[in-house]
Nanobody, 124 residues
């Protein structure tokens, strides 16, 4: 079993930065894909970013490319989402997810483990 716990959300102004953390536990995730998703009120959960735990390739949605960066700290078993130049449309609950595969996908239904989410609110 994999446990994921997000933190780092909050209320910021447009143009500010935030770094979300996803602390993992339960098993080694070297063969997993880690993803970040978000869900705004009344909208479906959408893909934000993903990467293989082991491997340098990263993937982003068009709406965050160039502003967000996904990374991981092996020693801390933690995945991060650095969010820069935040916009009001980035407001959502952000979720960390894990998929026991080395194939990166953007469909949230193909991720098996989820954190509880952390709220990010960007004011204009």
């Amino acid at each position: 079993q994999v446990q994921l716990v997000e933190s780092g959300g909050g209320l910021v102004q447009a143009g500010d930065s935030l770094r979300l953390s996803c602390a993992t536990s339960g098993r080694t995730l070297s063969s997993y894909v880690m993803g970040w998703f978000r869900q705004a009120p009344g909208k479906e959960r959408e893909f934000v970013a993903a990467r293989r735990w082991r491997g340098g390739d990263t993937y982003y949605s068009d709406s965050v490319k160039g502003r967000f960066t996904i990374s991981r700290d092996n020693a801390k078993n933690t995945v991060y989402l650095q969010m820069n130049s935040l916009k009001p449309e980035d407001t959502a609950v952000y979720y960390c997810a894990a998929r026991p595969s080395r194939t990166v996908v953007s469909d949230p239904r193909r991720y098996q483990y989820w954190g509880q989410g952390t709220q990010v609110t960007v004011s204009s």
